[in-house]
């Protein structure tokens, strides 16, 4: 540990005082958002929470002054911060979260949505917390393939993820928009591009702090913790709270509609591809690499789907 730091905590110090911090900082906003039935802070607080944790850990860690603590710091408050602002935006011009219609007024059901964002949050920034922490952090940042792989990803998951909100956002302000799904930009070519920008980036900032373990030969267990982030990220929109509950909407809504139908079958789920490419790929590619499960389909799809030969 560097021994010119007034307040210098390892890893193990970090990953505690994180997990304090995020129950503090959660309750906090819980408290305020059930005594005023009050939507609007929810997600601006998981958002914040995210930038809490990076500044947190890096002026409290240790080697705060080394390139890769900084870079993952900077990284992480980069997209939390554009996802905070964003969030914030948009629940404003909406006025109220309809996933709270039923959950905002019951006290252990609204409650159990604040515990879920603190396992989201703590999970997710892991590998800046090791990393400021002192697992890693001595190795430069350079031309090396982990490092360049790992920015390329954050930066190319970051775009398509701030761009896919934006999009989504000024076609939802359209008054043509009423009654149909968003079919612009990525959306063309993903059914869930934010998605598919946020599993990239997160695996982006893994492969950045990966190269320090590697360089510093830290300990196994360090490995599998940071691996927890982008692992449960993925595990979370493709099985749990995302595409799930976003794709049976939709089916719910549009799903007698043809040209929604068309739009499916031409569309892949998260990995952007060009329609005129996903349409034409046997579904034994689709439903092994692409994503395009039964779990998704609509009732009549899903019995097609289950039809299809394996190869």
């Known amino acids: ?42 997600d ?6 995210f930038l809490v944790l990076a500044l947190l850990s890096f002026f409290v860690g240790d080697n705060r002054a080394e390139s890769r603590p900084l870079l993952l710091t900077v990284l992480v408050a980069i997209w939390s911060l554009r996802l905070a602002l964003f969030l914030l935006t948009r629940i404003l011009m909406w006025g109220e979260d309809r996933r709270f219609d039923e959950t905002r007024t019951n006290f252990w059901k609204f409650l159990a949505f604040w515990v879920a964002q603190m396992i989201w949050v703590f999970t997710v920034t892991l590998p800046v917390q ?7 952090n001595t190795a430069p940042v350079g031309a090396n393939a982990l490092d360049i792989v790992g920015i390329a990803m954050f930066a190319a998951g970051l775009v398509v993820e701030a761009w896919a ?21 990525p959306w063309a070519w993903s059914r869930h591009p934010n998605y598919a920008g946020e599993i ?33 990220v993925a595990v979370l929109l493709l099985f749990g709270s995302g595409m799930p509950l976003l ?35 046997p579904m034994f ?23 299809q030969p394996a190869a």
């Open 165 to 185: 909100d934006q999009t989504k956002l000024n076609f939802k302000k359209s008054p043509e928009a009423r009654g149909k799904w968003c079919t612009a930009g």
């Open 247 to 281: 794709e049976a909407s939709a089916n719910r809504k549009f799903g007698v509609d043809t040209n929604y139908l068309d739009y499916r079958r031409r569309t892949s789920p998260i990995i952007p591809l060009p329609p005129a490419v996903y349409a034409n790929l």
């Open 1 to 42: 540990m560097s021994s010119s730091n007034n307040v210098s905590l390892g890893y193990p110090a970090i990953l505690g005082v994180s997990a304090a911090v995020t129950v503090v900082y959660q309750l906090t906003f819980f408290i305020v958002a059930f005594a005023c039935t009050f939507d609007k802070l929810t």
């Open 130 to 136: 090791l990393t400021n922490g002192g697992a890693g």
């Open 200 to 232: 990239a980036l997160w695996f982006g900032i893994f492969l950045v702090s990966l190269r320090g373990f590697v360089q510093e030969n830290v300990r196994w267990n360090v490995y599998v913790i940071a691996a927890l982030s982008p692992i449960f």
């Open 285 to 307: 590619l689709k439903s092994t690499l692409l994503c395009e499960w039964n779990m998704y389909a609509p009732k009549d799809e899903e019995q097609s789907l289950s039809a």
């Open 44 to 49: 601006f607080a998981g958002g914040t929470n």
